[in-house]
Structure formats: C-alpha cells, structure tokens
C-alpha cells in the first residue's frame, strides 16, 4: 500500500550539491519514519539518514553529518535530502524506505528495518 518514488539523482561535479526527492504515500497513520540508503556494488548497504514522520527527529551516518540534511514537507508528503559538498565517495544508487509501525523511528533508524522500499536513484559524482 505504501508507495515511495525517488527522484533527483544524476551526475554532479565532487564538491557541487544535489537534493533527492522521495514521494511518499499509502501511510495509515503518523507512526512511521523515512530513510535514505546508499548502496554501492560491492559494499553493504549503507543507512545515510532517517527521519520520524511524526515530530520530525532527525539521524544521519557520521560520514555525511555536516553534509547532508534530511526534511520534509509535509503537506506534500514528500521527503528530501539535500546533499553538499559531494564527494566521490557519496555516489551510489539511493533508496529511500520508510517503516510504518508504532516503534517506526527505533526499529529504522537504530535497527534498519523498513517495511517498504522505492526504485532508487542514481547519484554519480566524477570529474
């Protein structure tokens, strides 16, 4: 029921910005929380960041905490994440999820767990 639709990736020069969109729709209720993932081949699958949908609390990875923010707006139930000063380093195939449950916030963004999943969207960073 749930629907996530990223969008904004592309190719950026290192040290230019990005924002990513993430359209969500399909919630029953305000118990759920969106994050961003980061997958590169050959390498685990990294949480960037995470936000509750409810009071707006925010987490980030501590490679990109000063870099990235994450927001939202709520009246259009779209989620962002502003990237700066992107480095080689940051690219990868982004994924925003989200977890719709009453402990959505703890069982995300301190676990990983998500009940739902987008498409993803490609950021490359090169010269």
């Known amino acids: 029921q749930v629907l996530l639709v990223e969008s904004g990736g592309g190719l950026v020069q290192p040290g230019r910005s990005l924002r990513l969109s993430c359209a969500a729709s399909?919630?029953?209720?305000?118990?759920?929380?969106i994050a961003w993932f980061r997958q590169v081949p050959g390498k685990e699958r990294e949480r960037i960041s995470c936000i509750s949908g409810n009071d707006g609390q925010t987490y980030y990875a501590s490679s990109v905490k000063g870099r990235f923010t994450i927001s939202r707006d709520k009246a259009k139930n779209t989620f962002y994440l502003q990237m700066n000063k992107l480095q080689p380093d940051d690219a990868g195939v982004y994924y925003c999820?989200?977890?719709?449950?009453?402990?959505?916030?703890?069982?995300?963004?301190?676990?990983?767990?998500?009940?739902?999943w987008g498409q993803g969207t490609q950021v490359t960073v090169s010269s």
């Open positions: 399909g919630f029953t209720s305000d118990y759920y929380a």
């Open positions: 999820a989200a977890e719709e449950h009453t402990e959505a916030v703890f069982r995300l963004c301190t676990l990983g767990l998500a009940n739902h």
